[in-house]
């Protein structure tokens, strides 16, 4: 793990700001917060993207691992509710504020379980198109140990957990969480709240691939549906059909650029979200990086 290079990510609206004045975490600090959203089922927050987890009779179904150094911290958390081991940590995609944690949950004896494509970047090693940062490559326990295509279900005793794979989204290997007897969902960073989300368009992440799941969040979502954003505060079917619309909007308009021919600086330099910026609490960076990563993920292909 490369802590300079994800320590920017929980630092809020520097998301993505260049490595030079990166800050780093003080994890000795950090306190990690539990939400109860009822039926054994709970939300923490501390250093990196949210976790979800799910008690059953025989073991925890835990969404998320968070940066490495806060695993004694999550495993307290949910040892403060159950004596229940962690069995399943499912990864919601590759990047380090949520799978840092998984080698030492493995060690304690949990599987790890991610879409197939996030074991491949996980082992490669993966280059960050905005600020060209390498993040080396992992192996043995630090990978996941039980992969999957477009769906899979983990139960443990009374508990299951329904998986699955949305296309081009965030990353190429996001995967949202369906607790269904909790009313719970789990989306990882296709829901970024709080400050514009993240589009790694350098690994497979797409925007339109961001509203195909909110599409599915809201088609499947009722009034009392709880939905665990990969950052940012617990929302429901209102919150996500806001987001939506913020989506679709700047898809629309980066579309309606690049037709015109527009380029990536004459993007940037447009402003097409001004309006937004205020809304998510953007300084100049994070409104710079949020054009950026639209227009990456929607330009045509270079002509040969
Ligand atoms: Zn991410």
Redesign the pocket.
């Known amino acids: 793990m490369k802590p300079i290079a994800f320590a920017i990510f929980a630092a809020g609206t520097l998301a993505f700001a260049g490595g030079a004045q990166a800050q780093q975490i003080d994890y000795a600090k950090v306190d990690v917060k539990t939400t109860d959203l009822g039926h054994q089922t709970y939300m923490l927050e501390g250093a990196g993207g949210n976790v979800t987890f799910a008690v059953g009779k025989d073991g925890v179904i835990m969404v998320d691992s968070q940066f490495a150094p806060m695993h004694d911290k999550l495993k307290a958390a949910i040892a403060a509710v159950t004596n229940q081991p962690v069995k399943y940590v499912v990864n919601t995609?590759f990047?380090g504020?949520?799978t840092g944690g998984d080698e030492a949950f493995a060690k304690d004896g949990a599987t790890v379980v991610a879409n197939e494509n996030v074991k491949k970047r996980l082992a490669s090693g993966s280059i960050n198109g905005l600020t060209n940062a390498k993040t080396d490559g992992v192996t043995g326990q630090a990978l996941p140990s039980k992969t999957y295509g477009s769906a899979l279900t983990l139960s443990v005793k009374g508990r299951s957990a329904q998986l699955h794979h949305v296309l081009n989204a965030?990353t190429d290997g996001d995967t949202y969480v369906v607790f269904k007897d909790a009313n719970v969902i789990s989306t990882g960073?296709t829901v970024t709240l709080g400050r514009y989300p993240?589009i790694d368009f350098a690994n497979g992440g797409n925007i339109k691939g961001m509203i195909a799941a909110c599409d599915a969040y809201i088609a499947m979502a009722d009034a009392k549906t709880k939905i665990v954003p990969?950052h940012g505060n617990l929302t429901d079917k209102k919150g996500m059909q806001a987001y939506r619309a913020m989506l679709v909007a700047a898809r629309d308009r980066m579309k309606k650029l690049i037709k015109e021919g527009k380029s990536e600086q004459d993007v940037i330099a447009a402003k097409p979200f001004a309006d937004f910026d205020k809304q998510v609490g953007a300084n100049d960076q994070s409104s710079t990086n949020f054009i950026r990563v639209v227009y990456n993920s929607l330009k045509p292909a270079k002509k040969m």
Do not use: E, T
Request: glycine share 12%; charged share 25%; aromatic share 0%.
């Open positions: 995609h990047h504020d949520h965030h960073d993240n990969g």
